[in-house]
């Protein structure tokens, strides 16, 4: 082939693409039709049928989300409020559109919910568009706390010109740190500080974080990607009522909705800006196919009265209680391991997280390595990250957690054959679909 696709990227990336390159020998319609039905088929093969996910940023939508999820409206595009639309014949739309951040604000205890955005990362694009001018400081959590990449200079605040600057973090507390927050934050002054991370095993003390961020002048926006399924259920923490002045979500993690990014607030004036800066600042088809599985799991949400939330966490605590008697170490067991539907795993030891996540994708269990709040800077990932809201979904009760925590030490520790465990975990699977 005369195309390229990353002549840039890594050794490890180039040569995989080579091998997949090299594979792709007919581009004719039918032979692209039989490649991409191939690679569907079996990536629902192995992962959605008989993969053992514990990824923490995916979810599986449920059967009523599912059944009004329809392609075509995605290609429509709808822009402006219902009566004052740039297209004409969207009418039916407009229920879609009032309907959908009429149930997100209200599962959030929000006054204002803005779903238009495709992503969390976009989300946060445009509140930082809407609350700063390029040049400014915005403060964020490190990135071995999970300080996300659409909070830091490699993503969405470089891309609006911002300075950022990491908040002073307590290792031992899992959060910002109380006494060194005021002095910090009157030497950088920033003018936002985003508290969130993509691993959260305790609550921030948002109270006290806020207390500080209002004397300094900044708004304080609450990331919740991870959290939002736990936070619409009123478990965890209520970031907006605690002092949180705007919340922003990945819709398709522990929330269970289709992909998409959300934007909450009380605040009449910062809703104002925020939508603004997502239509016409960053979208034009913002794509309202996501907003009829987003009402309905919305609207799930608040009828179920925090079930699937409490058995996402009380799944966490089972699978941590688990690795940690198999001889793992699971970060947090100070505290009882965890407060949300997270786990870490400290791997540092066993040739660290992507090396542990290697040889677990081999025994058909799949999840990610991430950074820890001790670790050094630049140091590569110590940890694995593990979120219960996909396999509780799936039906993986107790004893299913337990033998997901013994196969894994057996990968782990014991030098177990993985191809053999990923023939169990396939089989534990056939039964909990
Ligand atoms: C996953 C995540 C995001 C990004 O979400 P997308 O919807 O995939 O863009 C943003 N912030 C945090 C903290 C996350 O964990």
Redesign the pocket.
């Known amino acids: 082939m005369d195309q390229e696709i990353a002549p840039w990227a890594s050794p490890a990336a180039r040569a995989r693409i080579a091998e997949v390159a090299a594979g792709l020998t007919d581009l004719s319609p039918g032979g692209v039709l039989a490649t991409v039905e191939t690679a569907l088929h079996e990536h629902a093969r192995q992962f959605d049928d008989e993969g053992i996910v514990l990824y923490a940023?995916t979810n599986v939508l449920g059967p009523a989300a599912r059944r009004v999820s329809e392609p075509l409206v995605s290609g429509r595009p709808s822009m402006g409020w219902p009566g004052e639309k740039y297209q004409a014949g969207l009418d039916h739309f407009d229920t879609l559109e009032v309907l959908a951040p009429t149930l997100v604000a209200r599962v959030m205890g929000a006054r204002f919910a803005e779903v238009r955005s495709h992503?969390?990362?976009?989300?946060?694009l445009a509140v930082y568009t809407a609350l700063t001018e390029p040049g400014d400081t915005i403060a964020v959590l490190p990135e071995r706390a999970?300080?996300?990449?659409?909070?830091h200079a490699v993503g969405a605040p470089g891309v609006r010109g911002l300075r950022v600057a990491d908040l002073p973090y307590d290792a031992d507390a899992y959060d910002v740190d109380l006494a060194a927050l005021p002095g910090f934050l009157a030497h950088e002054r920033p003018k936002v500080v985003v508290i969130?991370?993509?691993m959260m095993l305790f609550p921030h003390r948002v109270d006290a974080i806020k207390e500080a961020v209002a004397a300094a002048g900044a708004v304080l926006v609450y990331?919740a990607?991870?959290l939002a399924g736990l936070v619409a259920a009123g478990r965890f923490q209520r970031p907006l009522a605690e002092g949180a002045d705007v919340l922003?979500?990945?819709?398709?993690?522990s929330f269970g909705g289709p992909?998409?990014?959300a934007i909450a607030t009380d605040d009449p004036a910062l809703a104002e800006r925020i939508s603004a800066a997502v239509f016409p600042g960053l979208t034009a088809n913002y794509d309202a196919g996501r907003l009829a599985p987003l009402a309905v799991t919305a609207a799930e949400i608040l009828a179920d009265g925090g079930a699937y939330a409490d058995r996402c966490m009380a799944g966490a605590r089972t699978l941590a209680a688990a690795l940690h008697d198999e001889g793992l170490t699971v970060a947090g067991a100070d505290r009882g391991f965890t407060a949300s539907h997270h786990v870490a795993v400290d791997v540092s030891g066993l040739g660290g997280g992507r090396a542990a996540m290697a040889r677990l994708a081999e025994a058909g269990i799949y999840l990610s390595a991430i950074g820890l709040p001790r670790q050094r800077p630049g140091e590569p990932d110590r940890g694995l990250r593990i979120g219960t809201q996909e396999v509780t979904r799936r039906g993986l009760d107790t004893g299913d957690l337990r033998q997901v925590a013994a196969w894994m030490a057996d990968v782990l520790l014991r030098g177990a054959d993985p191809g053999a465990v990923r023939k169990a975990a396939a089989e534990l699977r056939a039964r909990r679909s």
């Not at 992503?119 to 946060?124: D, G, H, P, Q, V």
């Not at 999970?146 to 909070?151: A, D, E, L, P, V």
């Not at 922003?248 to 993690?253: N, P, V």
């Open positions: 940023g992503s969390a990362t976009l989300a946060n999970g300080g996300h990449t659409s909070h969130g991370a993509s990331d990607s991870h922003t979500f990945s819709t398709y993690k992909p998409g990014g």
